[in-house]
C-alpha cells in the first residue's frame, strides 16, 4: 500500500511567520505535488516536483517555495504567512508517466491568524 | 479559465438508488480521466478511471462512462449506500503531462 505522510493534520499559524509543511512517501514515486482545497474552489496546483531539486510552478505558486532534496520527502514553504492562506493543504505523489494515479496523504490543515 | 467542470456543487439521492455524478471537460487532448472521492478530514482516494480509448470502465458498484463527442463523463454509484456519501472530484489529463487537472467537486449525500 502507498502511503504518504503529512507532518501535521492541524497547524496555526501567525501572519507574517514561515510555515514549513512536510510531506513523505514511502513508494519510491518520481513526482510529488502540493495542493490546496478550499470551499467551491476544488483542489488547486501549487507546485510539482518531478525529481529530486526539480521543481515546476502549479497555478498558484505566489507565496509559496518547495524543497525537494530527497526523493521521498517534498516541503511546502510558506515565506510569510498571510490570512488568505489559511486552508487544507493536500500532498501527493505519483510514478512517472503520464496519467498515474496520485495517492495523497490526510491533509494539513492550517489556520493562519 | 476552467478546463475540467462539475456544474452540480451537491447531489441527494436515497440509499438503494443509483447516483450519476456528471463531469465536462474542454481541452480535448484530454486522454485519461479519474475519479477520485474525499471524506472530510482526510485525503481523496483514486477511485476509478477511463482511458479514452474506452467508452466505460466498471468496478463492482461503480461505472465511468466516457462520451468523448460530448467531452463529458460521468461516475454512477449503483445502488448507493450511506457510505458513499463524500465529495467526489473528477480528474483529466493528457499523453505527457505528469500532472492532473481537477473539477470543483460533487458533494453527495446518500439518506438512508
Known amino acids: 500500500d502507498v502511503k504518504v505522510t503529512q507532518s501535521s493534520r492541524y497547524l496555526v499559524k501567525r501572519t507574517g511567520e514561515k510555515v514549513f509543511l512536510e510531506c513523505v512517501q514511502d513508494?519510491?514515486?518520481?513526482?510529488m505535488f502540493w495542493y490546496r482545497q478550499d470551499p467551491g474552489l476544488g483542489l488547486r496546483l501549487i507546485y510539482f516536483s518531478y525529481d529530486v531539486k526539480m521543481k515546476e510552478k502549479g497555478d498558484i505558486p505566489e507565496g509559496y517555495s518547495v524543497s525537494r532534496e530527497k526523493k521521498e520527502r517534498f516541503s511546502l514553504i510558506l515565506e510569510s504567512a498571510s490570512t488568505n492562506q489559511t486552508s487544507m493543504y493536500l500532498c501527493a505523489s505519483s510514478e512517472r508517466s503520464s496519467g498515474n494515479i496520485q495517492y495523497f496523504g490526510a491533509g494539513t490543515r492550517l489556520s493562519v491568524l | 479559465d476552467q478546463q475540467v467542470k462539475q456544474n452540480s456543487p451537491s447531489l441527494s439521492v436515497q440509499e438503494g438508488r443509483i447516483s450519476i455524478l456528471n463531469c465536462d471537460y474542454t481541452n480535448s487532448m484530454f486522454d485519461y480521466f479519474l475519479w477520485y472521492k474525499k471524506y472530510p478530514a482526510e485525503g481523496p482516494t483514486f477511485l476509478i478511471s477511463i482511458s479514452s480509448i474506452k467508452d466505460k470502465n466498471e468496478d463492482g458498484r461503480f461505472t465511468v462512462f466516457l462520451n468523448k463527442s460530448a467531452k463529458h463523463l460521468s461516475l454512477h454509484i449503483v445502488p448507493s449506500q450511506p457510505g458513499d456519501s463524500a465529495v467526489y472530484f473528477c480528474a483529466s489529463t493528457q499523453g505527457g503531462s505528469e500532472k492532473l487537472v481537477f473539477g470543483k467537486g460533487t458533494k453527495l449525500t446518500v439518506n438512508p
Open positions: 513508494m519510491d514515486h518520481e513526482n
